[in-house]
């Protein structure tokens, strides 16, 4: 296994581009090291993009985005006031991996890139609207987030291509998310269900709304007919019975020890209402 | 034809002291401790960051040492539990562990002093709760945890008032 530590995204892909055998990109490793450890994955090639500058910042830009390094850990996160403040959706669905050791390690990145459909921190990223910033051979694009995951273990990234940034909208006033999860206990487990939901409000009224649940389809949804059932509406009975029926419509789940397609299907519903509530409060200026 | 495995010259910091290696780089931090360096304080429970036996801080952050590759130390600094006593003088969560018996066969012990002392440095008054959340991540088969949860908060209890 070659071990490389290059000065830049351009590098980094060149690398990974020129490769011949198989390649990742190490960041938190708390995926890599489990797969080359369990003899799942042995690279040619480890790329380890954490030499590169800027890795490592939480950045709030001068229109109130945010631009965050691929190798911000999830207890940086979590430490970072303003951001959760902005947006503790994102933040809580990180939070929610693995123990602190993993929290000191785990990235936004890595979550995605692992292509889980119960990845945690992902349906928060999506229903904020996130993009990714993508390197490839012939420079960048930006990505949506939704956009990236291909299927469970599979995104739609390019040989070569590596993602050099996470980019996430300004809050703007009066908006809120939240992120919750179905487990069967109390921590350090995978989703059975997961639902984010972000939305913005002028007075009592939503004006503007994204949702995406994880863990009931191959890859992390964004579901429009959930956020359609918010629009408009004040969150009242109707539109949080609305809202559940488009939730669990949307689910195309899997069967296992874990959850039934029956009970992951009804929960999305369930956990849907439960966000957008928090969502709304904290649109409302509850913290 | 065999490859014959690249080796990389990592140099970092560890409880203060320059110390140098030679990692292959599929290597973990931890087997680098453990087998270059003598320092088998951090355990291997699973290798798979699951049970924290194998805790130290990389740049004062708590993280699995084996989910880390010895080649990432470069130029860092790795606390381990082996600096966490004074010499012969036990740091007061290691006096508290033993005088509350919060272990049985040691095995989970060192990661969660090394755990245990990076939470007090954050929040010096965790309730119960918090421990319990924090500690997540170490497992021990023997004490039920109970005894381990009761050494944290006298610990930190003491701690709070200069004892
Ligand atoms: S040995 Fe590292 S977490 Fe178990
Ligand atoms: S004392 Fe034996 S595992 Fe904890």
């Known amino acids: 296994m070659n071990y490389h530590t290059p000065a830049s995204f351009a590098d980094a892909s060149r690398i990974a581009a020129e490769a011949t055998g198989t390649t990742r990109f190490l960041a938190g490793g708390t995926d890599v090291l489990v797969q080359l450890r369990a003899d ?3 690279p040619d090639d480890l790329i380890d993009i ?16 945010w631009t965050l390094g691929v190798a911000v850990a999830g207890a940086e996160m979590t430490e970072h006031a303003e951001l959760m403040a902005d947006w503790p959706g994102i933040v809580e669905g990180m939070d929610l991996i693995g123990s602190t050791q993993v929290q000191g390690r785990a990235t936004l990145v890595g979550n995605l890139c692992n292509g889980s459909p119960a990845a945690d921190s992902v349906p928060g990223m999506i229903a904020a609207g996130a993009t990714v910033t993508v390197t490839g051979p012939d420079g960048s694009r930006e990505v949506a987030v939704e956009d990236v995951p291909a299927g469970p273990g599979r995104t739609t990234l390019a040989r070569g291509e590596v993602v050099s940034a996470v980019n996430i909208p300004a809050r703007g006033e009066n908006g809120g998310d939240a992120y919750l999860r179905f487990i069967p206990r109390t921590e350090m487990d995978i989703a ?3 639902c984010a939901v972000n939305l913005t409000r002028d007075g009592d009224t939503i004006t503007d709304a994204r949702v995406s649940l994880g863990a009931v389809a191959p890859t992390v949804l964004l579901v429009k007919e959930a956020a359609k059932a918010l629009i408009g509406t004040t969150l009242d009975d109707a539109a949080l019975e609305a809202l559940a029926e488009a939730a669990s419509a949307a689910c195309n789940p899997i069967d296992d020890k874990r959850g039934t397609i029956e009970f992951r299907t009804h929960v999305a519903g369930v956990l849907a209402k439960r966000a957008a509530g928090i969502a709304y409060a904290r649109a409302g200026g509850e913290k | 034809m065999t490859r014959i495995p690249t080796r990389t010259h990592v140099t970092t910091t560890v409880n203060g002291d320059p110390v140098d290696f030679l990692a292959d780089p599929r290597e973990t931090l931890l087997d680098c401790l453990r087998d270059k360096l003598g320092l088998t304080g951090a355990k291997e429970g699973c290798g798979t960051g699951d049970c924290g036996a ?41 006096a508290k562990f033993i005088e509350h018996a919060a272990l049985q066969c040691g095995i989970c012990t060192p990661g969660i002093l090394v755990a245990t002392e990076a939470l007090l440095k954050k929040n010096p008054d965790p309730s119960e709760e918090e421990v319990r959340y924090w500690l997540a991540g170490n497992l021990c088969r023997c004490t039920g945890y109970d005894k381990i949860i009761r050494a944290v908060l006298a610990t930190a209890r003491d701690l709070r008032e200069g004892v």
Request: glycine fraction near 12%; charge should be negative.
């Open chain 1, 40 to 42: 799942i994955v042995t």
């Open chain 1, 50 to 65: 954490k030499h590169i500058p800027g890795v490592k910042a939480i950045t709030r830009n001068a229109d109130g985005s």
């Open chain 1, 192 to 194: 059975v269900v997961g």
């Open chain 2, 54 to 94: 194998c805790s130290v801080q990389l740049d004062g952050r708590l993280v699995c040492s084996c989910l880390v590759l010895g080649v990432e130390a470069e130029g860092r600094e790795v606390k381990t539990i082996e600096g966490m006593a004074e010499g012969n003088d036990l740091h007061p969560l290691q």
